[in-house]
């Protein structure tokens, strides 16, 4: 028997608010983008979210740390469940700063990263905008 859906649902457009929440998820995996001689440049990070702003930690020589502070980037976070067919994504976009790890919330101490080794750099990226999507299940 065929289990495609009749009906295909609609992307939902997210409210700043309903963003924000989703963002503050157990599993913090992002990618962020930006632009460098005309060419896209992107990373995937581990973030937590404090302060109203998104935070990652790099070591000094990162291409995170050399090419992004000071310039606009685009954080975009993804959940997906292919079984459903659902999901949603967020984009933030904002300029990133490299801020001194004695100048950070107390609770991006723990903010762990998958890659080891130490990452005494924290970048912020204090959000300019905020946009979300969600396509709900057609199940």
Aim: with cysteine; glycine share 8%.
């Amino acid at each position: 028997m065929d289990k495609s859906p009749s009906v295909q649902p609609a992307l939902l457009e997210l409210a700043p608010y309903e963003c924000w929440r989703l963002l503050d998820q157990p599993v913090r995996i992002a990618r962020v983008v930006w632009t460098v001689d005309g060419a896209a440049a992107i990373v995937p990070v581990n973030y937590a979210v404090a302060d109203g702003a998104l935070w990652f930690r790099t070591t000094p020589h990162s291409r995170l740390a050399q090419e992004c502070p000071g310039r606009e980037v685009l954080v975009e976070v993804d959940s997906l469940d292919p079984v459903a067919q659902s999901g949603w994504s967020v984009i933030v976009t904002g300029v990133a700063e490299s801020i001194d790890g004695l100048d950070v919330p107390d609770i991006l101490g723990g903010l762990h990263v998958w890659p080891r080794g130490h990452r005494p750099l924290f970048l912020r990226v204090m959000a300019d905008k905020v946009t979300g999507r969600r396509l709900p299940s057609p199940y």
